[in-house]
């Protein structure tokens, strides 16, 4: 049976990577272009996950998974109350990344956190024109989130902390707004990079389009700044939807390349 969770210490961070939705098994060229297709070997487990992180005494959700009982189920696992989450940080709006933070009643699964998002994205969202390009279920479900949250959101408009300690870097081009969170520790820091990266591939090799991104063009500018920075700081990387549990380090191999090594996994 597949994981639910995956815990895990990195420094003075505790964590918890959480499957949120089964795994796909999918092909790594769906997402690539033409010319950099591979021949062989492209076939790969997609994982959906959100993180939990104990950052500095603080309870901290990096996005909150497809629904309100599974991200929830995990943390009382882990002895942790969705009332006593301090932070919700959000990477981006899609349904697998948020739609955990309503309950079914439409009520905040998490009633005490602050909801971190950029602002690029949340103008975005409370845009009627973007609600009106959606089929009517969807743009009922994000009337409804962004009224829900209205009360307890965290807009930022640019790089900058949330809190000592917790960095929001945005990293637009998968989706309009999407950013990535650096957390410090007492060593290399940790960075949740969202849906940077669909396939380590796009971690190793930057350049590469990603053609199901929003933007494919400013996500490989966005990637290949990152990298650079995980890279030179010797992150331990945290990735929404590359293998469970989504955890590796990169290293730079020349101008244009990276090395993934993954982490918490035997292959
Ligand atoms: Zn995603």
Known sequence: MEELFHPFAHEDIEGAVIRVLEDEILNVNEFLAEVEQLDEGGEYEFSYTCCYLKHRGRHILVDAGFDPDTTPGALECLDVDPADVAWVLLTHADRDHVAGLLMHDGSLTYPRAQHV????????????????ALDDERAA???KLVRALDSSIQLIDGESNVVDGIRFIPSAGHRIGHAVYEFSSEGAPLVHTGDSFFHPLFA???DWANVTD????AAVDSRRALVARLAKSHALVLSSHIPFPGMGTLKKVDDKEYEWTSMGREF
Not at 121 to 131: E, I, K, V
């Open 117 to 132: 998002i950029g602002k690029d994205l949340w103008d975005n969202l409370s845009n009627p024109a973007t609600l009106a």
């Open 141 to 143: 479900f994000y009337r």
């Open 204 to 206: 190793e090799h930057p």
């Open 214 to 217: 929003s933007i494919p063009a």
